[in-house]
């Protein structure tokens, strides 16, 4: 075999993990695995069985967006199987083992992660959290703060919500704060956010909300998913809703410019009129040229001037 085949797949085999792939997409992932297991009997390179290994992980992300986390679980063993170097796969199964709740087999693979990767972030954070669970959360709290300090965190603020969260033993919101302040990427996300927009796009406004509500589950700190919830609600006709999920965007992110201004426009179809001027000024504060803000603080203005001339004795 020549080097050049030796680093690129096969087209055959390329076009089997394809087939593969979209059995999974099609809801059928055991039969996707199944597919990838045969392709890997005849795999006779190592890019095979590393695109085997990505192909794998994207049924298990597939697997992950159905709420199948045995499946899931299930492609990420054999993906770390097909190719056991890959300290992020080693991650990636880590979590789906947490999820089914074995921690013993969580924690060997994230030690099998760390041996390859000994600095990795995404390793050494779910280690501190799986440790915390376990009750040791001075340890726990200790690498964190060490994370912290070798990284430049974007939201300092997050990250304090997330210890405080870990703290009181809220696991899940520890997990997403900590995750999205030490710019860990969540698997799969991007791509699941990008189908929501294209349920949007397809006027499919009630599929895109579903989808996004069990987004929510696993990601519950990531004030962007809940603003794309509320402007989802807001078009929806249900204000009520759109305001819940855009509060708690700001509370997540009080520079949320954009969610405010959602919120201002939600308080407005209620007729909250003031309290809706009022989001919509914090908003020009910061952002005099925030299209929706002034459109909103234009309309609350004209109105006041109205009521205004309508009142004797003023002018």
């Known amino acids: 075999m020549s080097g050049k085949r030796g680093e690129e797949p096969s087209v055959a085999f390329a076009a089997q993990l394809d087939a593969a792939r979209s059995l999974a997409q099609a809801g059928n992932p055991a039969a996707a695995i199944e597919a990838i297991e045969a392709a890997l009997e005849s795999a006779s390179a190592p ?3 590393a695109s085997a290994a990505n192909a794998l992980a994207d049924v298990a ?14 492609a990420l063993d054999r993906a770390t ?11 990636r199964h880590a979590r789906a083992l947490l999820r089914l709740d074995r921690r013993r087999e969580a924690r060997r693979a994230l030690e099998r992660a760390l041996k390859l990767q000994p600095r990795f972030v995404e390793a050494r954070l779910d ?8 009750g040791n959360v001075g340890e726990a709290l200790d690498v964190l703060r060490t994370l912290a300090r070798e990284g430049a965190l974007d939201e300092p603020q997050t990250f304090q919500l997330g210890i405080q969260s870990l703290e009181r033993g809220d696991w899940d919101e520890a997990d997403s704060l900590l995750r999205r302040s030490l710019q860990v990427a969540e698997p799969g996300l991007a791509e699941a956010i990008t ?29 962007d998913l809940h603003a794309l919830l509320g402007a989802i609600e807001l078009q929806r006709g249900h204000p009520d809703d759109a305001m819940s999920a855009l509060a708690r965007a700001i509370e997540l992110n009080p520079d949320f410019h954009d969610a405010r201004a959602l919120l201002a426009r939600s308080l407005e179809a209620l007729g909250a009129f003031s309290a809706a001027a009022e989001q919509a000024a914090l908003v020009l504060e910061h952002d005099p040229e925030h299209a929706v803000a002034r459109e ?18 003023e002018g």
């Open 127 to 134: 280690r501190a959290l799986l440790d915390a669970r376990e």
């Open 47 to 49: 890019s095979e069985r």
């Open 195 to 223: 189908e929501v927009r294209t349920r949007l796009a397809n006027d499919d406004a009630t599929g895109a909300a579903e989808q996004l509500t069990r987004l929510l589950e696993r990601h519950p700190a990531y004030p």
């Open 61 to 74: 992300t597939a697997c992950e967006r159905a709420r199948d986390y045995a499946t899931a679980e299930r």
């Open 81 to 91: 199987r097909a190719r056991g170097d890959f300290a992020d796969l080693q991650c």
């Open 296 to 313: 909103i603080d234009a309309r609350w203005s004209g109105r006041r001037a109205k009521l205004r001339a309508r009142r004797p004795g």
